[in-house]
C-alpha cells in the first residue's frame, strides 16, 4: 500500500466500519469486539454514543484511495487508550503502523496507553514499533472468543 492518510469518521462509513468488525478472524484477532457483531442496533446505538464524545478522536485509515480500517483515541477510566481495526484484506502492509504513527502526531496526549490481546502479535508488533512499552497484563472477558484471556497492557511515554 503506497499512500496511508487519516480522515474523520462519516455517517457514510458506518455501514462499511460495520461489515469489517463483523468479520470473523478479525474479530478473533481483536478479541474484545461486541457481544453480537451481527447485531446492527447495537452497533448503531455505540457508534452514536462514541460519536457524541468530546474526548474521543475518531479516524478511518484510507489506504491508496479506499477505506481499510478505522483509529480512535479515547479516554476510559482517567487514561487516554488507543484502538484500531484494519481491514484483513490488507493485513501485513504497514497499513496499521502508519496509522498509529499518523494518529500520534494528532493526539499528542501522553501517557497513551494500548491493550492488546496477547497472542495477537501483529498489534503488539505495531504498538512497540510506534514506541509503547509493556507494562503489564490483565485478565478480561474477550466476547469474540467467548472466554477469558490475557490481554498485554502497553504504554507511550
Known amino acids: 500500500m503506497r499512500e496511508v492518510t487519516l480522515r474523520e469518521l462519516e455517517d457514510s462509513d458506518l455501514d462499511t466500519v ?28 455505540h457508534m452514536r454514543k462514541i460519536r457524541a464524545r468530546t474526548d474521543v ?3 478511518v485509515i484510507v489506504g491508496d484511495g479506499r477505506m481499510v480500517g478505522t483509529i480512535a483515541c479515547f479516554v476510559m477510566d482517567g487514561d487516554t487508550e488507543i484502538t484500531y481495526w484494519v481491514d484483513r484484506s490488507v493485513w501485513g502492509q504497514g497499513v496499521a503502523g502508519r496509522a498509529v504513527a499518523l494518529i500520534l502526531e494528532e493526539v499528542t496526549v501522553r501517557p497513551l496507553y494500548g491493550r492488546v490481546a496477547s497472542d495477537n502479535v501483529g498489534s503488539l508488533r505495531v504498538l ?9 497484563t490483565d485478565v478480561g472477558y474477550a466476547p469474540a472468543r467467548k472466554a477469558e484471556i490475557e490481554e498485554t497492557i502497553l504504554r507511550l511515554s
Open 18 to 45: 460495520f461489515e469489517m468488525m463483523r468479520d470473523p478472524e478479525s474479530a478473533w484477532m481483536a478479541a474484545f469486539t461486541a457481544e453480537d457483531p451481527d447485531d446492527r442496533e447495537a452497533f448503531d446505538a
Open 128 to 136: 512497540t514499533r510506534a514506541g509503547f512499552e509493556k507494562i503489564g
Open 57 to 59: 478522536t475518531n479516524r
